[in-house]
């Protein structure tokens, strides 16, 4: 695994963009593999910057996210498919039948979980951006998760919900399952980019590059990735 330690945020962000852009403008219709949560938000901002300055397109881009939580849909503010429009999509011009993300208020959760599983058979993931739970989670792939697992409905654990509880109005609100890529499917992208940045995860991005390969620590797989980089903030980094 290539590790890329920066001074700030900002400087994670612009180190993760560059790989991005240069993805994006080799291929003009890559498949993008994308994340949410507060860390890739400062990559995103700057891929909206350079299509409206610059004029990279994204007109023939697909992309398909993470996970989602089960009960949401993409009216609800909390919601990934809501954070994923109000913070990147309807800033580029990517049509929006172009980008997936699993519905999170499917009837038949198995059958969502299939039709996922599928596409992303079909779209080859040119690039990954990946965060990271303090716990060593992610997406929603939480400690325990085999590394041969697909798409699946998964339960949280209590410290996933705890952490999340800050972008809710009550942590009761935090929805208790969510649909995520498995293992298998994250490895399966061509490249990954996997971000970090607060001493709230130093524990997390420790055990990520120097612990053991294991399910107890999810992260763990991507040391046995091909072509995987780390890019941290200081903070981040500071057990490493
Ligand atoms: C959630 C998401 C993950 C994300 C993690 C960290 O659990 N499912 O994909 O990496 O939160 O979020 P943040 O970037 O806000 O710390």
């Known amino acids: 695994m290539k590790v890329v330690i920066t001074k700030s945020y900002e400087e994670m962000s612009m180190e993760a963009f ?23 938000l400062g990559l995103y901002r700057l891929m909206a910057e350079d299509h409206r300055e610059k004029g990279t397109s994204y007109k023939k881009v697909r992309t398909v996210n993470l996970d989602e939580y089960v009960g ?7 919601s990934y ?7 990147l999509f309807r800033h580029l011009d990517i049509p929006p039948e172009n980008t997936h993300i699993a519905n999170g208020k499917a009837g038949d959760l198995a059958a969502e979980c299939h039709r996922y599983n599928s596409l992303l058979g079909q779209l080859q993931r040119d690039i990954q951006i990946l965060g990271i739970g303090s716990n060593g989670h992610i997406a ?22 705890r952490d999340n509880a800050r972008l809710f109005a009550r942590a009761e609100d935090v929805p208790r399952k969510a ?39 999810p992260a763990s797989v991507l040391q046995l990735h091909p072509d995987c980089t780390l890019i941290v903030d200081e903070a981040a980094a500071s057990l490493l």
């Not at 949401?72 to 909390?78: A, I, K, N, R, T």
């Open 18 to 40: 560059s790989v991005m852009r240069a993805v994006v403008t080799a291929e003009p219709s890559a498949v993008l593999g994308l994340a949410t949560g507060s860390t890739p």
């Open 72 to 78: 949401l849909g993409p009216e609800s503010d909390q």
């Open 81 to 87: 498919a809501y954070f994923m429009r109000e913070n």
């Open 140 to 161: 929603f792939n939480e400690p325990g998760t085999p590394f041969g697992s697909e798409t699946h409905v998964v339960a949280l654990a209590e410290s996933t919900i």
């Open 179 to 217: 649909l995520t890529m498995g293992l298998k499917n994250i490895m399966h992208a061509k490249k990954i980019v996997i971000l970090a940045n607060g001493a709230n995860k130093a524990g997390a991005v420790r055990g990520l590059v120097c612990g053991a390969v294991t399910e107890q620590l």
